[in-house]
Nanobody, 123 residues
Framework: QVQLVESGGGLVQAGGSLRLSCAAS????????VGWFRQAPGKEREFVAS????????YYGDSVKGRFTISRDNAKNTVYLQMASLKPEDTAVYYC????????????????WGQGTQVTVSS
């Protein structure tokens, strides 16, 4: 079992930056791929970014490519999402998710979910 807890959300001005953290527990974390998703009110859950077990491979949704960076520190059992050049349309609840071994690119591939952290970007 993997448990995930997100933190770092808050209110930020457009053009600003914010770093989200996903703290994980569980003996299989080092063998798990991790992804970030977001869901805005009235919208479907959207893929944001994912990272492979080793951290060598990363993937991004088109809407955040070039602005967001995902990274992980397996020694700390933590995955990060560095968000820059934030836009009001980035406003959403952000969730981290984990999948054993294989990469995450869609929400239906995730096995474990955190509770989410709210990110609000003001214009």
């Amino acid at each position: 079992q993997v448990q995930l807890v997100e933190s770092g959300g808050g209110l930020v001005q457009a053009g600003g930056s914010l770093r989200l953290s996903c703290a994980a527990s569980g003996r299989t974390f080092g063998a798990s791929s991790v992804g970030w998703f977001r869901q805005a009110p009235g919208k479907e859950r959207e893929f944001v970014a994912s990272i492979s077990r080793s951290g060598d491979s990363t993937y991004y949704g088109d809407s955040v490519k070039g602005r967001f960076t995902i990274s992980r520190d397996n020694a700390k059992n933590t995955v990060y999402l560095q968000m820059a050049s934030l836009k009001p349309e980035d406003t959403a609840v952000y969730y981290c998710a984990a999948r054993f071994l294989l990469l995450i690119r869609s929400s239906d591939e995730a096995s474990y979910w955190g509770q989410g952290t709210q990110v609000t970007v003001s214009s």
